[in-house]
């Protein structure tokens, strides 16, 4: 049995406020419905799940189409295994390749191949599609620029 550590004094936990507790609750249902959403709709699409489009799209728009690795890695904030086992998912399918950098051999690069880059340009209008209906159809301009500063100071943490 493990030991269990005794339970922290609560007598100084900042507490959620009512408005804090709702926030939390509407942001805590965005971040579960959401990437499901999205992995059921690419799915049914290409049989993708959004952190390989993501990937995908970061080598479509990338000078050459090729990314160091540890750079896709902290964009796509996946940890150095995890993005070695998606790379080798996209790999098979022909749409990545892994290769040594040409001015240093330490350091592995994955490119999109042609067939990956035009089944992103396939995919890619179907996805704006579903990123506006799921999205942003449901916010003004106003709520967008606060959307992307809220997210931005959260992702900064």
Do not use: C
């Amino acid at each position: 049995m493990a030991d269990s550590q005794p339970l922290p004094d609560t007598a100084d936990v900042a507490w959620l406020t009512e408005s804090e507790q709702e926030a939390w609750r509407q942001l805590l249902r965005v971040l579960l419905r959401l990437p499901s959403a999205f992995d059921g709709l690419l799915r049914q699409a290409d049989d993708l799940v959004l952190v390989e489009y993501n990937v995908m799209a970061f080598l479509s728009e990338a000078p050459g189409r090729s990314l160091k690795m540890t750079a896709i890695a902290a964009e796509a904030d996946l940890s150095p295994s995890r993005l070695s086992h998606l790379i080798g998912r996209l790999e098979k399918r022909g749409w990545v390749l892994r290769h040594p950098a040409t001015d240093d051999k330490r350091v592995i690069m994955a490119t999109l191949t042609a067939e990956g880059y035009a089944s992103v340009q396939r995919l890619a209008p179907r996805h704006v599609r579903d990123v506006r209906e799921l999205v942003f159809d449901r916010l003004t301009a106003e709520q967008v620029d606060q959307l992307s500063r809220i997210a931005a100071a959260i992702a900064a943490r």
